[in-house]
């Protein structure tokens, strides 16, 4: 005799009536185990803006995945190319509201605070 559970309800039925289903293969890719884990910030300082455009992208999908409204990239003063290629990309991600330069107690001018889109 076996058990079979369904929400709330409980019945038993003997084993000789009980026939295994075959087994349904999805179609679509699953992703198991996937935790996202990406950090308030993500810091950019002395990265070639080449190196940094893919290291931001792949921040930016983990970081939206984790739940964050609002996350801060953290690229410097120097030249101004890195805060430039930042908001660049920043321009043209799928997932980003807005953002914005940081103010006092954010890094300044040395950083961006980015929201993203619910």
């Given at each position: 005799e076996s058990e079979i559970a369904f929400k709330r309800v409980q019945q038993r039925f003997p084993k000789s009536g009980l026939t295994p289903e075959k087994e349904v293969i999805s179609e679509k890719p699953m992703v198991k185990g996937f935790t996202p884990s990406a950090r308030y910030e993500i810091n950019l300082i002395g990265k070639k803006v080449e190196e940094m455009e893919?290291?931001?992208?792949?921040?930016?999908?983990?970081?939206?995945?984790?739940?964050?409204d609002e996350i801060r990239v953290i690229h410097g003063f120097g030249t101004g190319a890195l805060r430039e290629g930042v908001r660049r990309v920043l321009s043209n991600h799928p997932v980003v509201k807005s953002f914005r330069p940081g103010e006092e107690g954010e890094g300044g001018g040395g950083a961006t605070v980015v929201r993203f889109k619910r």
């Open positions: 893919s290291e931001l992208v792949k921040y930016l999908d983990e970081a939206a995945l984790t739940g964050y």
